[in-house]
């Protein structure tokens, strides 16, 4: 019965275009924890039991919020559902995570520690240091490399389809990742899949976005960049901030330049609004000298 409706609230999200794979992922876990009790409807005691088993408070309080709405479109149609408190685990405060801002040779050691995967001579290590290499010199998300198809690959750059915001953008190259994946290309055709996903595993198939964050995580550990698991560290998202960051540093304290720049980072990130870049201005002590600088230019002309 929980299956049933789960399946309903799922499809009215996706018909609305919503992709929802995340929250059908977390519901489909309470589902699976509640239907063995008997349960036909969220209970409320059964849903603070499910939400508290998560391992930190953040993903807890995420467990919470994403049933509480659930319970909420679900009662609207029958009572018989109990919506949980937001605050029942606690009133809860994001913490955006400090970025950690990569330097040249800790991606050299990822991208070589990558390529000493096994098993040896499959695509296997060949795709994922050709990932990170893509991912650290694009600055692209995760989903959208691993959603990438042998047709949006162009001359012109890589056509990056249908993203966060429902919106599709042509991501230019430089010439160094271009032969990158020229040579990665001339091993993937040779695969014999039909799979058309641009990056596939020995089976041939895309690796799934856990999949690729497990295996940075244990090459980063194995590099010494991260520490034991369950211990906070750079994360594969990281690489993202660190191509804004070091783009950004490239204007110096320049404001009209850095102004400029940020519009064209902000529509080659994929952001929504070029307020969503601003966040990378903080990244690194450098930019925070240089936006010092620019601030004492601009205090010095005003009293000038």
């Known amino acids: 019965m929980l299956n049933h409706t789960l399946v309903r609230y799922v499809d009215l999200h996706r018909s609305l275009g919503f992709k929802f794979r995340s929250q059908r992922s977390l519901l489909g876990n309470f589902v699976a924890f509640a239907e063995p009790y008997g349960d036909t409807f969220v209970r409320l005691d059964r849903a603070l039991d499910w939400a508290a088993r998560a391992p930190s408070s953040p993903q ?6 994403t049933l509480r709405r659930f319970a909420l479109a679900m009662q609207a149609e029958d009572p018989r559902h109990e919506v ?10 994001f913490e955006r995570p400090i970025p950690h801002i990569y330097n040249v040779g800790e991606i050299v050691r990822l991208i070589r ?7 040896a001579g499959s695509i296997r290590p060949l795709m994922y240091s050709t990932l990170f290499g893509l991912l650290a010199a694009t600055g692209m998300r995760i989903s959208e490399a691993l959603a990438l198809r042998l047709a949006d690959i162009t001359v012109d750059g890589l056509i990056i389809r249908q993203t966060k915001f429902q919106k599709s953008r042509l991501l230019p190259i430089h010439d160094t990742t271009q032969q990158a994946l020229d040579e990665y290309l001339g091993v993937r055709v040779r695969l014999g899949t039909l799979d058309d996903a641009l990056f596939v595993s020995d089976h041939g198939k895309a690796p799934a976005y856990s999949t690729v964050v497990a295996v940075f995580l244990r090459l ?10 369950g211990k ?8 993202r901030h660190t191509f804004a960051a070091r783009s950004l540093e490239s204007c110096g304290s320049d404001r009209n330049a850095v102004s400029r ?27 925070m000298q240089q936006i010092a600088e620019a601030g004492e230019a601009l205090r010095q002309g005003a009293d000038a």
């Not at 807890?60 to 919020?65: E, F, G």
């Not at 906070?232 to 690489?239: K, Q, T, V, Y």
């Not at 990130?269 to 690194?284: E, F």
Request: hydrophobic share 40%; aromatic share 4%; proline share 9%.
């Open 84 to 93: 949980p408190p937001a605050d029942a685990l606690g009133s809860g405060h």
């Open 261 to 287: 720049h940020l519009i064209a980072l902000s529509t080659y990130l994929g952001h929504a609004h070029v307020t969503d870049t601003y966040s990378y201005l903080q990244a690194t002590p450098i930019l």
């Open 60 to 65: 807890r309080r995420n467990r919470l919020l």
């Open 232 to 239: 906070r560290g750079p994360r594969i998202h990281d690489l």
């Open 220 to 229: 980063a550990r194995s590099i010494g960049l991260r520490e034991a698991p």
């Open 113 to 119: 520690a990558a390529a000493q995967l096994r098993p």
